[in-house]
């Protein structure tokens, strides 16, 4: 199973730290480096870069690890700029930028920045035609017809290179997988159990094999937490400061994480979970940290992805 550490600059932070923690992840030996898309910390304005920006700098100040947007809002650009940004990226990065494309969902993001978020219904009609047209952009041109989005030029330069991905991410049960299986290069997903995760599976294998694709070539990913404890003792006590800070029981917090199928444990125990979702067909897992940038702590994820892996 493949590793990469996915953070929430949202919450605060310089694009000097980004490069730092891009920089970290790459000498660390991780697979990717993955950041959110997003300009508020719900209603909190925070000190956050745009993330397309960012992964320009940081394709040209990384040498070898992929850089992947989980995700980025069509409602923040138009479908063909975000193809074109991407392209671009691509090309600055040697071929090691992966486009994450979603519908967009924080209603307070939008509302304070004047930013229009239709309804669902409108946005997944949207998010498929804009999916349509980017992966026309980037196979070098051509013509798309859609409602709100329609592409009508031959040839596109530059075009994608042969690495160029898509990521398709979310947890719907149908609309999510689909689309992944018509579109994407990676089908990305918060935790989930088995049974979910197969259903999801389905839906995804069959619109791929509609498409004339092998869904085997499908990167399947998990992204959570990263609760990986030296000792019992020392798991829980920081799961207690968890229980604390969320002002409920110890006993209620892990059933939280339970019912979320979150791993959590000694190295072993975390370990062997991994195991199960790579039986599972996971191929990636990102480690999630949603803090200020300069509260990722990387004395303690050396020691997370040394335990993980």
């Not at 730092?20 to 508020?40: K, M, T, V």
């Not at 047209?133 to 070098?140: D, L, Q």
């Not at 089908?187 to 259903?199: A, G, I, K, S, V």
Request: charged content about 25%.
């Amino acid at each position: 199973m493949e590793f990469g550490l996915f953070v929430e600059p949202q919450c605060g932070g310089s694009y000097d730290r980004l490069l730092e923690l891009a920089q970290w992840s790459e000498s660390n030996g991780l697979a990717a480096f993955a950041r959110s898309d997003h300009y508020l910390n719900m209603e909190d304005s925070e000190h956050a870069t745009d993330a397309l920006i960012s992964f320009a700098g940081l394709a040209r100040e990384t040498e070898s690890i992929e850089l992947v947007s989980l995700v980025s809002p069509i409602t923040f650009r138009h479908p063909a700029v975000m193809a074109k940004s991407a392209t671009t990226i691509d090309e600055m990065s040697g071929g090691r930028f992966t486009l994450g494309v979603g519908s967009g969902w924080m209603q307070s993001e939008h509302d304070a920045l004047d930013i229009d978020l239709p309804e669902l219904k409108e946005r997944f009609d949207r998010l498929e035609e804009a999916l349509a047209m980017i992966t026309t952009m980037f196979a070098g041109g051509g013509k798309t017809d859609g409602t709100y989005y329609a592409l009508d030029l031959p040839t596109v330069k530059p075009k994608a290179s042969q690495s160029q991905g898509i990521v398709v991410g979310g947890s719907g049960m149908k609309k999510t997988p689909r689309l992944a299986g018509t579109y994407a290069t990676e089908y990305n997903m918060f935790l989930t159990d088995r049974d979910t995760l197969e259903q999801r599976l389905e839906v995804m294998r069959s619109a791929a094999e509609s498409a004339g694709r092998n869904p085997d070539d499908i990167l399947v990913s998990f992204a959570g937490p990263g609760l990986v404890y030296e000792s019992e003792a020392t798991h829980d006590a920081a799961m207690a400061e968890k229980a604390e800070g969320r002002d409920i029981s110890l006993d209620e917090y892990l059933e939280l994480l339970d019912q979320r199928n979150v791993p959590h444990g000694t190295p072993e125990t975390v370990r062997a979970a991994l195991d199960d979702y790579a039986s599972w067909g996971i191929g990636r897992y990102y480690v999630q940290e949603y803090s200020a940038l300069e509260n990722v702590d990387l004395e303690r994820m050396d020691f997370v992805f040394g335990a993980l892996r």
